[in-house]
């Protein structure tokens, strides 16, 4: 069964984020499901009957959010974790009633293609302050400022790719 992105996701009270749902009443938020940048650490693993999660929690907020493993197989494959730690824009995807965190993709991310945010995914090892430049790393295009790098989007239109 592959993964969908559902609109809206699951948090309970204390502001988790839940792997499963019964029934909608089960969840005491449902947030709009929007692509976000974190730093996420292995807190746990959770079994039950018909899955098992990864549990990762954001090193920022201390939010705690669930992996379902074909998600997570898909980092381990791609060598994006060091030491239990991982870096990236993340969205939440959904198989049956499981609900897990996975990596975003590229036009997952371009939501809003001429905006600037700030990205810790990516820095710069030049000594501070230095002249401005910019940095290409994994399709994304990074602006150094010379204190701070960010992540620039291009323009990118969803049905034909980017554009100059």
Not at 9 to 21: E, Y
Not at 139 to 157: E, F, I, K, P
Request: net charge negative; charged share 25%.
């Amino acid at each position: 069964m592959a993964a969908i992105t559902p609109p809206e996701v699951p948090f309970s009270a204390s502001g988790n984020l839940l792997g499963f749902v019964r029934y909608e009443d089960d969840a005491a938020e449902w947030r709009p499901n929007h692509t976000f940048a974190a730093t996420l650490r292995v807190h746990d693993v959770k079994r039950s009957v018909s899955s098992c999660r990864v549990i990762w929690r954001d090193e920022a907020t201390g939010t705690l959010y669930p992996m379902l493993l074909p998600e997570l197989e898909d980092l381990l494959t791609a060598g994006t974790i060091s030491l239990g730690v991982t870096k990236g824009w993340w969205l939440v995807g959904q198989r049956g009633r499981n609900y897990g965190l996975r990596r975003a993709s590229e036009v997952d991310v371009v939501t809003e293609p001429f905006t600037d945010q700030t990205s810790d995914d990516m820095t710069c090892s030049m000594p501070r302050p230095h002249s401005p430049h910019d940095i290409s790393h994994s399709a994304r295009t990074y602006h150094c400022d010379g204190t701070r790098v960010l992540l620039r989007h291009r323009a990118y239109d969803l049905k034909e790719g980017p554009t100059s």
